[in-house]
C-alpha cells in the first residue's frame, strides 16, 4: 500500500510530504482547496499522463515520489525482476520529474524508467475511481471488464487464450484475403514484378558503384587539366634544356655546399639532413608525378559509357529507391512477392486449413469463456444484491445480463460445430450490461437509462466491494464517490468505505461530514496566502481538530456549539462501530 508521497512544485503545492496508514484515509476542505491534486500526483506516479501546466508558478521543475509496500501483491516481484527494477526489501519507490520543457523523467526504485512501465507497475498498486471514473457502471462497454475482473485469474487467463486465438485468426484471416485476389489481378501483379525484377536484374548492379563511376567521371572529365598541372610540376622539379635547373638541381648544389664545409661546424650536420632527406622526397615526388602524367589517358569513349551507366542507375533509383542498395533490396523483395504469388494458390489452401483450426480453438475457448462469465454473473449479482441494503437501496434490483449478437460471417456458438454463429472479438463472443431497477415494481433496464447519480455511485461502491476481495490492488482512491447523495444514505456510504478499508488501503476524497466521520485519518487541505503567492497546505487532524473539521462540514462553522456536539456524535458512532 502507498506509505508516503512527496510533491514539490505541482500545482498549487510548493513542498510536501505525507505519510500514510492501512484503513480508511478521507482528505477534505473547501471546493477548490486542492483535494483533487493529491490524487493527481499520485495518478502520475503510476503511469498517467503529465501536463507542463501543472508546473507551479515560478518553477522549472516539479517532482513527485511514493513509496509503496509492495509485500504480497501478486506478479509484482516477477514483473520488476524482468524489467530491472527488483530492488531489496519490501519498499517500492517510484519517482517523476516534469520539466517546462516538456522533459519527462521517471524512476523506479532509482532506476530510470519509461511512463509505460510506470503505468504496467501501477497497475499493481493502485486503482483510481475519480469524479468520472466512478461513473463507470454507466458505460455498458465496461460491464464485461468488470464482470470478468469478479471471475479473477482463472476467468482472466482463459480471456488471454481467447485474446491470443482471436489475434492469430484474425492475421491468417487478413493473410488470406492479400492473397485471394481474382485471377486477373493475380496475373496482373506477377507481370508487374516480373517487369521490375527483369529490368533491375538487367542493369547488373553492384552496391555502391555508383560512387566509384561518379569519381571517374570526375577524373576523365578534367583530363586534360590534371596532365598540364602535374607536367608542370614535374618540370618545376626537373628543369628544362632551355631554362635554368631545376628545383632538384638546386637542391643538389646546397647538398655538396654543405657538405664541404660541415667538417668545420657540428651544427650543419642537421640542416645537412634536412637537406638531403628533401632532396630525396623531391625526387620521389617528380617520379610519382611523371608515372601519373603517363597514366592519364583522354578516353571520351569510358566517358560516355559511365555517363550512360549514371544515368540508368539514376532511373532506376526514381522507381525503386536511393542507391544501389536500395534498388538491389528492391529486386529481393520482388522475388519473394513473386514467389509467394506463384505459390499462392497452395499458400491459400494451407492458410484456409490453419484459419478453420484456429476458427475452432477460438469458437471452443469463448464458449467456455462465455459459461465461466454466466456462473460469474450469478455469483455477482448475489453478492451486489446482498450490499444495496446497507446502501440505502434495500428494494433494488439488480441483474448482468449477458448477450451474443447472431452473425453469419461470425463462429459457431457456444462450440465449434454449432448451427449458431454470433458476433467475436477479442474479448470473447459476449456483451454485459447492468439491469437495474431502484423501486419495486419497476421493470430492470440498463442502468445507464435509470440510474441516478448517486445510484450509480452507490452501485460502484457495491461492485467495488466485491471486487475487491478478489483484484488484489491494494490501494483503492475514491474521488467524491458520495456525490448526488446525503442524509443516512451519506452514512451508508462511509460504513461501506470503511468497510471496504478493511480489506484494502482506502483514501477518499469527500465533501459528507458522514463520510469523513468513519475514517482512520483525516487529512484537511486547505490555501493559504503569503507575499501574493498560494499555496496548499495538508494537515493530518486528531481529536479536536477533526471535530472542528466535521463540524465544518455539517454547518459551514466548525466553532458552533451545535455542530461540534453533531461532530462528536458522528465520530464516536465510528469509534463504537
Not at 27 to 38: M, N, Q, R, V, Y
Not at 471 to 487: K, Q
Not at 525 to 546: D, F, H, N, Q, Y
Amino acid at each position: 500500500m502507498l506509505r508516503q508521497l512527496q510533491i514539490q512544485n505541482y500545482a498549487l503545492i510548493e513542498s510536501l510530504d505525507l505519510d500514510f496508514e492501512g484503513g480508511l484515509t478521507v482528505l477534505t476542505g473547501e471546493t477548490g482547496a486542492g483535494k483533487s491534486i493529491i490524487l493527481d500526483a499520485i495518478a502520475m506516479l503510476t503511469g498517467s499522463r503529465a501536463y507542463t501546466e501543472a508546473i507551479r508558478t515560478g518553477a522549472e521543475t516539479s517532482w513527485l515520489a511514493a513509496t509503496f509496500d509492495a509485500t504480497g501483491i501478486d506478479g509484482l516481484k516477477e514483473m520488476l525482476v524482468r524489467m530491472g527494477f527488483a530492488g531489496e526489501g519490501r519498499e517500492l519507490v517510484v519517482a517523476r520529474e516534469i520539466h517546462r520543457s516538456g522533459r519527462n523523467k521517471c524512476w523506479v526504485n532509482g532506476r530510470l524508467a519509461t511512463v509505460a512501465a510506470l503505468r504496467e507497475i501501477g497497475s499493481f498498486l493502485v486503482e483510481i475511481h475519480g469524479q468520472e471514473e466512478h461513473q463507470a457502471v454507466l458505460d455498458s462497454h465496461q460491464h464485461l471488464d468488470m464482470l470478468d475482473a469478479m471471475g479473477g485469474s482463472p476467468l482472466m487467463m482463459l480471456r488471454q487464450q481467447v485474446e491470443k486465438v482471436y489475434t492469430r485468426s484474425r492475421a491468417l484471416a487478413q493473410e488470406r484475403q492479400r492473397l485471394v485476389l481474382s485471377e486477373q489481378d493475380r496475373l496482373r501483379q506477377i507481370d508487374l514484378l516480373q517487369f521490375q525484377r527483369d529490368e533491375i536484374n538487367e542493369a547488373n548492379l553492384i552496391a555502391g558503384e555508383e560512387v566509384e563511376l561518379k569519381k571517374e567521371r570526375e577524373l576523365l572529365r578534367h583530363g586534360e587539366k590534371l596532365r598540364e598541372a602535374v607536367v608542370s610540376g614535374y618540370h618545376i622539379l626537373h628543369g628544362q634544356a632551355m631554362e635554368a635547373s631545376g628545383v632538384l638541381s638546386g637542391l643538389g648544389e646546397v647538398v655538396n655546399l654543405v657538405e664541404q664545409v660541415q667538417e668545420y661546424d657540428e651544427r650543419l650536420t642537421s640542416i645537412l639532413e634536412l637537406l638531403e632527406a628533401a632532396s630525396a622526397n623531391a625526387e620521389e615526388a617528380a617520379w610519382e608525378l611523371r608515372g601519373y602524367a603517363e597514366g592519364l589517358e583522354a578516353d571520351p569513349q569510358r566517358l560516355s559509357r559511365i555517363e550512360e551507366r549514371l544515368a540508368l542507375i539514376h532511373r532506376l533509383e526514381r522507381k525503386y529507391g536511393q542507391g544501389t542498395e536500395s534498388i538491389i533490396a528492391y529486386g529481393e523483395e520482388v522475388e519473394a512477392e513473386l514467389e509467394i504469388l506463384r505459390g499462392s494458390e497452395l499458400r491459400v489452401t494451407e492458410l484456409e486449413a490453419e484459419l478453420e483450426k484456429a476458427v475452432a480453438e477460438f469458437s471452443d475457448l469463448a464458449g467456455q469463456l462465455s459459461a465461466k462469465r454466466q456462473a460469474t454473473a450469478k455469483e455477482l449479482e448475489q453478492k451486489v444484491l446482498k450490499e444495496l441494503p446497507d446502501l440505502n437501496l434495500a428494494n433494488a434490483r439488480f441483474e448482468v445480463q449477458l448477450s451474443q449478437l447472431a452473425s453469419e460471417a461470425g463462429v459457431p456458438y457456444p462450440s465449434w460445430g454449432s448451427k449458431t454463429t454470433v458476433q467475436a472479438g477479442p474479448r470473447g463472443v459476449d456483451h454485459a450490461e447492468f439491469m437495474f431497477s431502484a423501486n419495486p415494481g419497476e421493470d430492470l433496464k440498463p442502468l445507464a437509462k435509470v440510474a441516478s447519480g448517486g445510484e450509480a455511485s452507490r452501485l460502484m461502491l457495491a461492485l467495488k466491494s466485491v471486487i475487491a476481495a478478489v483484484d488484489g490492488v491494494p490501494t483503492l482512491i475514491f474521488d467524491e464517490v458520495d456525490t448526488g447523495i446525503g442524509g443516512r444514505t451519506a452514512r451508508a456510504v462511509g460504513d461501506k468505505l470503511a468497510a471496504l478499508a478493511g480489506q484494502r488501503q482506502v483514501l477518499c476524497v469527500t465533501h459528507l461530514a458522514q463520510v469523513a466521520g468513519m475514517a482512520d485519518h483525516h487529512l484537511a487541505i486547505s490555501k493559504e496566502v503569503e507575499a501574493g503567492s498560494t499555496r496548499v497546505v495538508v494537515r493530518s487532524l486528531e481529536k479536536e481538530g477533526r471535530i472542528e473539521e466535521v463540524a465544518r462540514m455539517l454547518a459551514g462553522d466548525g466553532a458552533s456549539a451545535v455542530s461540534r456536539q453533531h461532530a462528536r456524535q458522528l465520530l464516536a458512532q465510528r469509534a463504537s462501530s
